[in-house]
C-alpha cells in the first residue's frame, strides 16, 4: 500500500506545477508520468508540442538500426557513407581529412569538432541559426540547405579532441540514413520509429503542408524562445514536420509509446542501448552525453539526490524532456515551453523521481 504521506505529496506536486507560469512563460507546463507505480499528468498528454532535441534520439535510434543490420558501426568513417559534395565542405582542424578522420561515433558524441549551424560560434551566423528560422519564418529548410551553411564557420576541435554539442552531426547522421536507406528522412522516422512504436498522432505531422498542418497548429503547444517576441511556434511551423533535422512536433502519448518500443527491442537491438546512453562527457553538472542519449545524475544537480536512479533518454533546448527509469519501469515526460524555464524544469523533474522512489 502506498504511504497517504506519499499520496498527498503527489497531490501537492500536481497542484504546483498546474500553477507553475511566469510573465515571459504564461503557459503552465505539460508533465506526464506513466509507471506501474505511479501515474499522473499536468496538462493534456496528447497535446502535440516541439520536442526540440529529443529528436537526437530518433536519429541516434536509426544509427543503431544501421548498425544492427551490418551496414555501418561506430567506427566507420564518414567519407565511407557520405557523398563527397557533402564531405569536402565540412570544416576541418589543419591536418584533417573529414572523410578520414571523422567516424560516425564522432557524430553520435558530439566529438566531431564541427560548428553548429543552428547556434553558430559568437559573433558569426548562419541563414539557420534559430533566430534567422524564425525571421524568415516561410521558408521551409531542407537537410541538404542546412548543411551548406556549415561551410562558412570555423572548426571547433580535431576529431575526437573534445566534446562540444552540435545539431550539425545529427544532420550528417540523417544523410547516412537517407543515403544508406535510399529514402527520406521523413518516411524513415515514419515506417521504421513512428509506425512501429503506435506513434499515430506523431505521424500524422510528417510531411504536413497547407490546411492539414494549419489544423494539426490549432492545438500545438505555444513555443517561447525569449522575453519579448511571446509565442513563436506560428513562425517555426513549416520546419517542425520532421522533414529536415530541425526537429518536430510529437506528444507526452507517443513520447512514452517510443521509449516502450525502444527499450522492448522493437526498434533496435537492445545491446545498442547501452551504447547510446552510456555516459561520456559531462554538459553540465548532473548532465551526462553519450551516443545519442542523454544520462541524468542527479546527485550533480542536488547533493540531496545521491544514490538516485540515472536514467536514461533526450533532452531538448525549449526545456523538453524524456526519459526512461528502468529500474522502475517508469517513463517522464517534461515540455516548460521555453529554454527560459531549464531550471524550471529540472526542479520539476527532482521532485517527480522523488515521488517515484516513494511510491515504491
Known sequence: MVPMNAVTAV?????????????????????????????????DPTQPFWIA?????????????????????????IGQVLPSDVVEY?????????????????????????????????GLDTACSLANIRSNHERQWTTRELLEEVA??????????????????????????EDSAGDAYSNLL??????PASMADTASWVGATGAVRENLATSLAPIYLDRSSGDVSKMLLPNLTWT????????????????????????????????LGEPRHRFYPGIHYGAGMVRLKFSGLAPWMRGYP????????????????????????????????????FAAHARLVKAIKSRT
Open 244 to 275: 529536415s533535422g530541425i526537429g518536430g512536433v510529437s506528444n507526452a502519448a507517443d513520447l512514452v509509446r517510443f521509449q516502450r518500443a525502444l527499450h522492448t527491442g522493437a526498434l533496435c537491438d537492445t545491446v545498442w542501448l547501452d551504447y
Open 190 to 195: 515514419a515506417t521504421r520509429i513512428f509506425e
Open 90 to 122: 565540412l570544416p576541418v582542424a589543419r591536418g584533417v581529412v573529414a572523410g578520414r578522420d571523422i567516424t560516425i561515433e564522432h557524430l553520435l558524441t558530439h566529438t566531431a569538432g564541427l560548428p553548429d549551424v543552428f547556434f553558430p560560434p559568437r
Open 310 to 345: 540515472s536514467p536514461a533518454g533526450g533532452l531538448g533546448f525549449t526545456a523538453t524532456h524524456m526519459f526512461y527509469y528502468g529500474e522502475y519501469d517508469t517513463h517522464v515526460i517534461v515540455s516548460f515551453h521555453s529554454p527560459m524555464r531549464m531550471r524550471a524544469s
Open 53 to 77: 532535441s529529443i529528436d537526437k534520439v530518433f536519429i541516434a535510434t536509426l544509427t543503431a538500426q544501421l548498425f544492427g543490420r551490418g551496414d555501418v558501426s561506430p567506427a566507420t568513417p
Open 152 to 177: 562558412a564557420l570555423p572548426p571547433l576541435a580535431r576529431p575526437g579532441e573534445r566534446f562540444r554539442y552540435t545539431d550539425t552531426a545529427y544532420l550528417l547522421l540523417i544523410r547516412i540514413a
Open 11 to 43: 497531490d501537492s506536486l500536481i497542484e504546483r506545477l498546474t500553477k507553475q507560469a511566469t510573465r515571459t512563460v504564461p503557459t503552465p507546463p505539460l508533465v506526464h508520468v506513466a509507471g506501474p507505480q505511479l501515474s499522473l499528468s499536468v496538462g
